[in-house]
């Protein structure tokens, strides 16, 4: 035997993505799943009457002379988008700083307020109308039978989505030390809340975002028992003497969601197209999360030191 010993072969490296292929392999089987849908949505669309394909319906759908006939469709379409803006609004101004506080500042509640948002979920929607139509005489009667008081039904149903989509964020970013970081500069409440938890939380205020257009647009049994005109509600009368006009909307509508998903999640902070960019090493995961948590307290720094 030789007294010089062989040098070890390095250790393998276990590396923490799945192989590529895999990646490629599930990514199409997902595509799969939602094209396949959409696909048979659009040849239906199609179909003619007297068999073949063609644009007549899509054609029909836009045409003036049908104007009066898809006129409460029209109107169906525009109380959605109305009740979506006003519902994303209230998961904007009210329950974003009514999580945050609950989690930097009263952390006991935590559980009881996770609880809470989970009822929406656990009960169900027609027993929700059962307890929201006595409320509803009331709010009529002092508020009007306006088609924007239903999105406060509406915030109650995108509760538990808002909330899991923000606090998962919170967590992720160590927004207390942040926040005690931003105050102990003399920072208000109101500047710790748009320059630090905001751009934190940016990527779960998109979801909760896009999770509240997509539940106010497709909602249909608290519009319907509560006589109110929506999209979805609109589509069912609407199929009953046009199935093609209900199934173009319905189509239309998931094509722009979906874009609108992709757009969002396309869209990368403006720290880290900088540093994909200019930077000669990719940065690591955690060089980019200090980078994201860093750049709120920074500006946070100069706002102080512009005001002293």
Known sequence: MSGTS?????????????????????????????????????????????????IEHWAALVDPENSRMYRNLVKGIGNSLLLAVITIAIVWVLFLPTIVLVHLQFPRLA??????????????????????APLYRIIVQV?????????????????PFAYR?????????????LVEAARSLGASWFTV???????????GLTS????????????????????????????????KSDPYAAVITSLLSLVIVFALLFIFASIRPRGQRKQRGGAAQAPTATAAIATSEIQPVTATQKEVGANG
Request: aromatic residues 6%.
């Open 208 to 239: 909760a975002t896009l999770i509240t257009a997509a539940v106010v647009l497709g909602e249909f049994t608290v519009s319907s028992l509560l006589n109110r005109v929506t999209m979805q509600v609109a589509l069912v009368e609407v199929s």
């Open 193 to 203: 809340l748009w320059r630090v938890i905001v751009p934190g939380v940016r990527r």
């Open 6 to 54: 062989r040098p070890k072969a390095p250790a393998a490296t276990v590396s923490g993505q799945p192989p590529a292929w895999l990646r490629r392999t599930i990514l199409i089987v997902i595509c799969g799943l939602f094209l396949v849908p959409l696909l048979a949505m659009f040849e239906f669309t199609l179909r003619q009457q007297g068999g073949g394909y063609g």
């Open 165 to 177: 989509a923000i606090v998962s964020e919170l967590e992720g970013m160590g927004a207390k030390t």
């Open 143 to 159: 508020l009007g039978g306006h088609i924007w008081t239903l999105a406060l039904a509406y915030g109650i149903l995108v509760l």
């Open 111 to 132: 559980r009881a307020f996770e609880l809470l948002t989970v009822l929406p979920i656990a009960i169900p929607a027609i027993v929700l109308v059962v307890g929201l």
